[in-house]
């Protein structure tokens, strides 16, 4: 069975450091792109970037670009979702997805992690 | 950027009755379009892909159709389990989704 399980929930206060996983089980890691959509409280899906793990090439959209980064370790087959300096406009789900392509749609996604940003 | 609208925000229906969702995008995204459930604390789940192709499991009360600019989810009969938020996504250019629509029972 394909499967991305992510990371658990964390909570953290502004300017702390942040990096929450994605791992893949059920097919070549290598082979998919993974892609990573942020959903804040009660509101709708905001795609945010996509890596290809077998070359580490990834794609940001330009709203997230330079605030967070995407990364993956093949060796593991899991990715990452990393912010250098929360906010807490930050505070959201954050679910992985396996991407049909560098653009394309998310099938299956993660189970999602709740990430809290609060002083 | 391509800017997705879907509408209703919130459609009531009765159990069995037909619902059709509708998803317009600002420019032409040729078929390039897909379509999610979310239930309430869940992950999003795929249903259509390719504008009009049903992902692998899904019922086939479940139908998409449109190109280019306007795209239609139709729920043929619906389920107790079929009461969700819906979400089109394009995927011609920068992936980007619409605001979804909330079908909830009448």
């Known amino acids: 069975e394909v499967q991305l399980v992510q990371s658990g929930a964390e909570v953290k206060k502004p300017g702390e450091s942040l990096k929450i996983s994605c791992k893949g089980s059920?097919?070549?890691?290598?082979?998919?792109?993974i892609g990573w959509v942020r959903q804040m409280p009660g509101k709708g899906l905001e795609w945010m970037g996509i890596?290809?793990?077998?070359?580490?090439?990834?794609r940001y959209s330009p709203s997230f670009q330079g605030q967070v980064t995407i990364s993956a370790d093949k060796s593991i087959s899991t990715a990452y979702l990393q912010w250098s300096s929360l906010k807490a406009s930050d505070t959201a789900m954050y679910y992985c997805?396996?991407?049909?392509?560098?653009?394309?749609?998310?099938?299956?996604w993660g189970q999602g992690t709740l990430v809290t940003v609060s002083s | 950027e391509i800017v997705m609208t879907q509408s209703p925000a919130t459609l009531s229906v009765s159990p069995g009755e037909r619902a059709t969702l509708s998803c317009r995008a600002s420019?032409?995204?040729?078929?390039?379009l897909a379509w999610y459930q979310q239930k309430p604390g869940q992950a999003p789940r795929l249903l259509i892909y390719?504008?009009?192709t049903r992902a692998t499991g899904i019922p086939a009360r479940f139908s998409g159709s449109g190109s280019g600019t306007e795209f239609t989810l139709t729920i043929s009969s619906l389920q107790s389990e079929d009461f969700a938020v819906y979400y089109c996504q394009q995927y011609n250019n920068w992936p980007s989704f619409g605001g979804g629509t909330k079908v909830e029972i009448k």
């Open positions: 059920g097919y070549s890691f290598t082979s998919y792109w």
């Open positions: 390719g504008a009009s």
């Open positions: 420019q032409s995204v040729s078929s390039n």
């Open positions: 997805g396996i991407g049909s392509g560098s653009s394309g749609w998310f099938d299956p």
């Open positions: 890596i290809y793990p077998g070359d580490s090439d990834t």
